[in-house]
């Protein structure tokens, strides 16, 4: 509605100049090459590294696992500055090493970026579902002939797509949405020139415009991503979990699963550290120690309730959509993913419209912080749980119910529990996501708030590198225990 007022608010003559700018085709076309691209990148790197370490005899699996978790905690914005920061004639690379890399930028720096901050979203995805998968269906494949890839073509990869699907939207979604890396890369997208328009241009009709076109594009990738997953079935007659598929051995091939696993963890991993580090030993970081504390404090105590409320939102609309699908339940779950489509600084303004004339006594108050969280981060405790649940068979539910069990006691006892994976990765999701999160605490959080974000942010667009880097790590280490904890619980069932 905001976005809808915002955009009528101009003469026809206005509107049709805006509407048919030459500027905005190109917008479009940047925006889907580097979407594509970024889905690419992310499969690439996701795809080997849920299998190797959850299907192969590799050594260390639950440290790599670990590890690779580790970009999730890193906003785009801090990991653009990283590859900057890292590259050129003064990056940190050469005056340690005295070796000049190429400085990134444009549609290939950002892609690059973009592909190391939201390839855990896939890998996460296809880690549970594999972790998921029912060996029998293999043995079987082998019992009637099927060679190893083709057992792997079609059995194993087609019960990974929901998990795929899920991880595409999201990791799309955030390409569709981010600003801060594109916009030191020096690639126009459309969620840069909205950001622009709003912050500099101060033309909130030509903003309002480039939103909905953004909306209507989400629109577009939730109604796909909705078609290919709506006649699919994936769940199983077996009970979940009641063994584990025996692991791949890798022979020949376990010198370039390990290469592949440790040129990932150099590249996403130890590249941005060294330069956060490097950057951090040239100034005094004990100085910001009672600051970082506070936002620390800040952003824990907004972004927990913020994962637990979304994920309880998210469990009974990805339930209703598939135990009881019709139109109004699939309508609701793929509306969950609206508050993620609108752009963040958009969606803060409009909440910011909306308490000031309905209720003014929530203005910058940690509800509606928490509220703006809960909406904005819903869509990414959809997916996990629903992979989970496609691989959740119904006829446990009917015989609970057929033994006497109520509907409630089987969904608590029966279906929940088959749940735990998928759950505990929305937590997960929305916690970091929160904590990264910049426009909304920027415009929503109450008077003398402190947060990560918007500390880490205002140093780094100064290019204080020096007193970042705290925070950066802090963002870091909280976001790796909270990943840490989950994936050492899921490596128990292995």
């Keep these: 509605m905001y976005l809808v007022i915002r955009a009528l608010d101009a003469e026809p003559a206005t509107l049709q100049a805006i509407l048919l700018q030459p500027r905005n085709v190109v917008l479009f076309v940047n925006t889907i090459l580097l979407t594509v691209a970024v889905i690419i990148g992310s499969l690439m790197i996701a795809m080997p590294l849920a299998w190797l370490t959850t299907r192969c005899d590799i050594h260390g699996r639950r440290l790599f696992s670990v590890l690779g978790m580790f970009p999730l905690a890193m906003p785009a914005y801090l990991m653009a500055y990283c590859y900057i920061a890292l590259s050129g004639s003064y990056g940190s690379f050469a005056q340690v090493f005295s070796i000049t890399l190429p400085r990134l930028g444009g549609f290939w720096g950002a892609a690059l970026v973009l592909s190391a901050c939201n390839y855990p979203y896939l890998y996460l995805n296809l880690r549970s579902a594999m972790l998921g998968l029912d060996p029998s269906l293999e043995e079987v494949a082998k019992s009637l002939g099927q060679s190893r890839w083709n057992t792997l073509w079609r059995v194993i990869l087609p019960q990974l797509l929901p998990a795929c699907y899920s991880g595409f939207l999201l990791t799309g979604l955030h390409v569709l949405n981010d600003f801060g890396a594109v916009s030191l890369m ?246 970091v996501s929160a904590m990264k999160e910049l426009p909304l605490t920027f415009l929503l959080s109450p008077l003398g708030f402190r947060s990560l974000a918007v500390d880490l942010w205002g140093l780094v667009d100064e290019a204080l590198f020096a007193q970042a880097a705290p925070y950066a790590i802090t963002i870091l280490t909280i976001s790796a225990v909270f990943t840490s904890m989950l994936l050492l619980r899921e490596t128990r069932q292995e």
Excluded at 266 to 292: A, N, Y
Excluded at 398 to 421: C, D, K, M, Q
């Design 186 to 431: 020096g690639y126009e997208t459309f969620s840069y020139a909205i950001y622009r328009q709003y912050m500099a241009g101060f033309d909130r009709t030509y903003a309002a415009w480039l939103a909905l076109m953004l909306i209507a594009l989400t629109g577009l990738v939730l109604l796909l991503e909705g078609y290919l997953l709506r006649k699919s079935r994936f769940d199983r007659t077996t009970a979940v979990g009641s063994r584990r598929a025996r692991r791949v051995q890798l022979g020949k091939w376990k010198i370039p699963g390990y290469a592949f696993l440790v040129g990932q963890v150099f590249c996403f991993v130890v590249l941005p550290l060294f330069t956060l580090i490097f950057w951090g030993l040239q100034g005094d970081s004990w100085s910001v120690w009672p600051r970082l504390l506070e936002a620390a404090w800040g952003s824990t105590r907004a972004s927990a309730p913020a994962a637990v409320a979304a994920t309880c939102l998210a469990l009974p609309l990805v339930y209703w959509s598939l135990r009881a699908p019709s139109r109004l339940t699939r309508f609701m779950e793929r509306a969950a993913y609206m508050g993620y489509a609108v752009p963040s600084l958009a969606f803060a303004l409009a909440l910011i419209f909306f308490t000031l004339n309905v209720i003014p006594v929530l203005y910058q108050s940690m509800i509606i912080l928490v509220f703006a969280y809960t909406m904005r981060f819903v869509a990414e405790a959809v997916g996990p749980i629903r992979s989970a649940l496609y691989q959740t068979s119904p006829r446990l539910e009917e015989a609970g119910r057929i033994l006497g069990y109520g509907w409630t006691s089987v969904f608590f006892f029966v279906t929940l529990p088959l749940l735990r994976n998928g759950i505990l990765i929305s937590l997960a999701f929305v916690f």
